[in-house]
Every structure is written in structure tokens, then in C-alpha cells.
């Protein structure tokens, strides 16, 4: 079988593509390899930010293959290094990842999405946590949804399996823009570009803060900042780019950010 993922990177954005016919759902070997992929992405000083989509119109993902299952491929098997898909468990990704959902998107798919930190839709993508139906739980959006959108309507979700369609969504806040089907990967590409421009050593001290804060009262959080005892903190303050920032702006000029 082909490799069901597909990668391309150019100036500094990862394209990841999940290519798996008929509808892109993920089996233990798939998730693997994506885990390794998003590992090398938050390990490579080159890459700024990475894209999650899928390839065909009709199919994000479904999540988890109940084909592969019934086969033998067990439900509590080894993921890989980032957990399913190689994002909700990724240990210490401090770079922003966009999805952009092209279509079907439920159950372990939805969680894939969840994962990213920004989600881009198609007009045509439809969301929903059917595992109810199956006898089973959606973990890790049962732990997530709650907190991104209105409790009741997360609830709602996890329980029934309905289906919401993008505007929904788009409503309740998951999905932050909507675009026809054919201007959703350039849309995503276009949001790329502009995130690659950015300050990385930003980027990464917004990520680790948002991620302590989410087990955190207000105040200790603000005084792991305030102290630099989270490590992208301390290394943004004390680089070269957060002095090209005050810099610049004195200066009336773009900053040129070198990440470090």
C-alpha cells in the first residue's frame, strides 16, 4: 500500500495530507506515521507551521478505521508518538497547526481537528461525534469539546451523535472561517504564509502558556510567566528577536525575525 500520508514543505510551511481511499480513516500504522511526521515538524528549527488535510472532496476523516479493527488492529494499540493521528498527544508542540477540513469530519477526525490550534472549513464539511451509536466514547473530544464551545451544545454532541453542518459550527465557534470548497486549501496556504512571517519564539511561549493555563488558576499561571519559569517564555525574553520587535517599532520598519 502507499504511504497514506503525503508531505510537502515549502518556505517554511508543512503540508501533511491524509490519503488513505476511501475516506481517510486512520488505522495504528497510519496514526504512526503521522506522529513521527508532527514530531520531525516540532523538531525542525525550519518549518513555522504546518497544515492538516486531507486528500478527495467528500472525506476529512472519520477517525478511527472500524475496517482495520475488525481485522485485528486493537482500539488501545500503539498510536505512535503523538497518540491518534500524531497530534492530541504530541508532548511540547510549540508551533501553530491549521486544519483544514474539506468535508466528513466525526468521531476521531473531529478529535484530529480539535487538535489544531486554528480550523478552516469547506462549505460542504459536516462535523459530528457519532461513537454513541457504537458503543463507545469519544475521549478525547469529550475532554476537549466542553471546554472550545457551549457545554450544553458539546453535551448535545457527545450524546445524541448529531450532525452539525459548517455554519453550525462556524456558530458555536470550532470552525473560525468558512470557504468554497475549491479556495479552502489556498485559503489555508494563504493563513500559513502569513503565520511563517510571524515571530516563531512567540508563536511557541502562546502555545506553552495557553497549554499550562488550561490546568492552571489565572494567577499561578500568570506567575510562571511573569517569573520565566515556563521555557519558551524565558527564551523569548531573552532573545534577539524580542529586542528586533522594540527595535523595528522604533524604527518604523517590518522586524526581521530570526527565531532565536
Not at 510551511?13 to 506515521?33: C, F, G, H
Not at 450524546?159 to 479552502?184: C, K, M, P, Q, S
Not at 493555563?213 to 519559569?229: H, I, L, P, W, Y
Request: aromatic share 8%.
Amino acid at each position: 500500500m502507499e504511504n497514506p500520508i503525503k508531505t510537502h514543505i515549502q518556505d517554511g510551511i508543512l503540508e501533511v495530507t491524509l490519503d488513505r481511499p476511501k475516506a481517510n480513516a486512520i488505522d495504528l500504522a497510519t496514526s504512526r506515521i503521522m506522529g513521527n511526521v508532527f514530531a520531525d515538524f516540532r523538531d525542525n528549527r525550519d518549518l513555522k507551521v504546518a497544515i492538516i488535510q486531507a486528500a478527495g472532496e467528500k472525506f476529512f476523516c472519520p477517525g478511527w478505521d472500524l475496517k482495520a479493527a475488525a481485522d485485528g488492529d486493537a482500539v488501545d494499540g500503539d498510536y505512535g508518538v503523538g497518540g491518534f493521528g500524531g497530534l492530541q498527544e504530541l508532548r511540547d508542540l510549540n508551533k501553530p497547526v491549521i486544519a483544514a477540513v474539506n468535508g466528513i469530519c466525526c468521531g476521531g477526525g473531529l478529535e484530529l481537528a480539535l487538535s489544531a490550534d486554528i480550523i478552516l472549513a469547506s462549505d460542504i464539511a459536516t462535523f459530528a461525534l457519532p461513537e454513541i451509536r457504537s458503543g463507545t466514547v469519544a475521549d478525547a473530544a469529550s475532554i476537549k469539546l466542553p471546554k472550545r464551545i457551549p457545554y450544553h451544545i458539546a453535551m448535545e454532541m457527545l450524546i445524541t451523535g448529531r450532525w452539525l453542518d459548517a455554519e453550525e459550527a462556524h456558530r458555536w465557534g470550532f470552525v473560525n472561517h468558512i470557504y468554497a470548497l475549491e479556495e479552502l486549501h489556498e485559503k489555508a496556504r494563504e493563513m500559513a504564509r502569513m503565520i511563517a512571517s510571524g515571530p516563531p519564539l512567540v508563536y511557541a511561549a502562546i502555545k506553552e502558556i495557553v497549554r499550562d493555563a488550561e490546568g492552571s488558576k489565572f494567577q499561578d499561571t500568570m506567575n510562571r510567566v511573569t517569573k520565566r519559569q515556563l521555557k519558551t517564555v524565558d527564551t523569548l525574553y531573552g532573545s534577539e528577536d524580542n529586542l528586533e520587535g522594540f527595535k523595528a517599532f522604533a524604527e518604523k520598519r517590518d522586524p526581521v525575525w530570526k527565531g532565536k
